[in-house]
């Protein structure tokens, strides 16, 4: 089971990536609006909505750094690309003074 501590920090991730996790939360879960609410405000539930919430949540963090990762080695391939074709271009020109 979580501790409290790995819970906030889950949530801390949570918002930090979803503007409005709440709304995916209920679409992703299937459960109610109260259900999610009490989740998100750490109030008692039922633990196989815990559970499922719980999961939901890890899943929604992982799916959120993956992206975060994609993006960063799509804009390392960019700046490489472009230091590339300056260096390039830089040759050129060389060559044309020469």
């Known amino acids: 089971m979580y501790t409290e501590k790995e819970f906030r920090t889950q949530l801390r991730m949570l918002y930090y990536y979803y503007q409005d996790p709440s709304e995916q939360l209920i679409k992703r879960s299937g ?58 271009e830089h040759m050129k020109k060389e060559r044309c003074i020469e």
Do not use: C, W
């Open 31 to 88: 459960l109610s609006h109260p259900t999610v609410r009490k989740f998100l405000r750490r109030q008692r539930l039922r633990p196989y909505n815990l559970d499922i919430l719980i999961g939901e949540v890890i899943k929604m963090n992982e799916e959120a750094l993956a992206r975060r990762r994609s993006l960063l080695e799509r804009g390392k391939q960019v700046v490489r690309l472009e230091s590339e074709l300056i260096k390039k």
